[in-house]
């Protein structure tokens, strides 16, 4: 699904790789403790992102999509402010379907965002961490 969120100007859009704050309260927002990614049976004929579960969770979650062609998929997950602060998944993929379980520790309760891009595709959805 393509929504608003993830086109230009929307949620995320804005991210800058000049995200380097130097102290302050999203200096080390999210630390990546763990991500294990599955390949799933069948080939797809779509790019899809699915909702996240468990949502809400603490303080891990798994993600699954849909890739129905090689190439590279990246995983980023924004702040409510559309501010970058974890890349889950940065590689080149073969067609497949996917389910990727991450254990982010350090994020604060609250929502936030994670867009996949693939192709031409980008879809983002929402989450929520609880503490």
């Not at 999203?26 to 992102?49: C, N």
């Not at 849909?66 to 993929?93: F, M, Q």
């Not at 604060?108 to 609880?130: D, M």
């Given at each position: 699904?393509?929504?608003a ?17 130097s ?16 390949a ?26 849909s890739?129905?062609?090689s190439?590279?998929?990246k995983?980023?997950?924004?702040d ?13 993929k ?10 982010i520790?350090?994020?604060?309760s ?9 192709g031409?595709f ?8 609880l503490?």
């Amino acid at each position: 699904m393509n929504d608003a969120i993830g086109q230009p100007g929307g949620i995320g859009a804005a991210a800058s790789a000049n995200y380097q704050e130097s102290g302050g309260f999203f200096a080390d927002a999210a630390i990546v403790t763990g991500i294990e990614e599955k390949a799933l049976s069948g080939k797809p004929d779509r790019f899809e992102l699915f909702q996240n579960y468990p949502n809400p969770f603490n303080p891990s979650t798994t993600v699954r999509y849909s890739v129905p062609e090689s190439g590279p998929v990246k995983l980023t997950v924004y702040d409510i402010n559309g501010r970058e602060v974890a890349t889950l998944l940065d590689e080149s993929k073969e067609p497949g379907r996917y389910a990727l379980t991450y254990d982010i520790r350090g994020l604060g309760s609250g929502i936030y965002f994670y867009r996949l891009q693939a192709g031409g595709f980008t879809a983002t959805r929402k989450f929520t961490v609880l503490k």
